[in-house]
């Protein structure tokens, strides 16, 4: 496995990673000064790994558009999936790829996870929810059943989005935040019940 990111995001893939006996060749950074990452070596050039066969990449940046901004960088590569073992994962959960489950986390029955997605520790996704590309949940937030996040979506720590509910295109749900109604795109929604505090620039 190849990380492109060379961040704390990844530090915990790392750690993902050695879990799952998944040998790791490298990582990808564009800040030059980076060489190394828990004694994993940083290079700075794609062309670094051209020798490595059957390999496969996992974008190891937090940050939802440059993660998407990174995919489309790396083009027409093969990307892996990453799941702790301690996650629950029900059978029938359909994850795309590039996806990361980290730590503790629970996704619970018929929902669909996109491409590139970040479930981080301890989150739980309940049945029947669908989560669209580039989405990132923070640690500990909560997805009750049927909920739907549309692409970019970020759901901050510890927050519970109502069943039924739907978030659209690149908005923001705050950290503890209680979501009870449709949220619409490219806003941040926050406290409890959340209330509109922005508007995105797009």
Not at 14 to 22: A, E, P
Not at 127 to 142: F, K, N, Q, R
Not at 171 to 185: E, N
Request: proline share 2%; charged share 15%.
């Amino acid at each position: 496995m190849i990380l492109y990111g060379a961040s704390g995001h990844a530090k915990v893939i790392i750690d993902i990673l050695i879990d799952n006996k998944i040998n790791i060749d490298g990582l990808i950074d564009d800040n030059n000064q980076i060489e190394e990452l828990l004694d994993y070596p940083v290079y700075h050039c794609l062309t670094k790994f051209n020798s490595v066969k059957n390999k496969s990449y996992i974008v190891s940046i937090g940050n939802n558009r440059i993660r998407k901004e990174i995919v489309a960088k790396l083009g027409d590569v093969k990307f892996g999936t990453v799941v702790h073992s301690s996650v629950i994962l029900s059978p029938f959960v359909s994850l795309g790829v590039g996806v990361v489950v980290m730590h503790g986390s629970i996704i619970n029955s018929s929902s669909k996870i996109g491409n590139h997605v970040i479930i981080n520790s301890r989150a739980v996704v309940e049945h029947d929810c669908l989560v669209g590309d580039y989405v990132h949940i923070s640690p500990g937030a909560i997805l009750c059943g049927n909920v739907k996040l549309e692409e970019g979506v970020w759901v901050g720590a510890g927050a519970t989005i109502k069943q039924g509910v739907t978030i659209g295109k690149w908005s923001v749900i705050g950290a503890g935040a209680v979501v009870i109604s449709d949220v619409p795109s490219n806003v941040v929604v926050a406290g409890v019940p959340s209330k509109l505090i922005k508007v995105h620039d797009v």
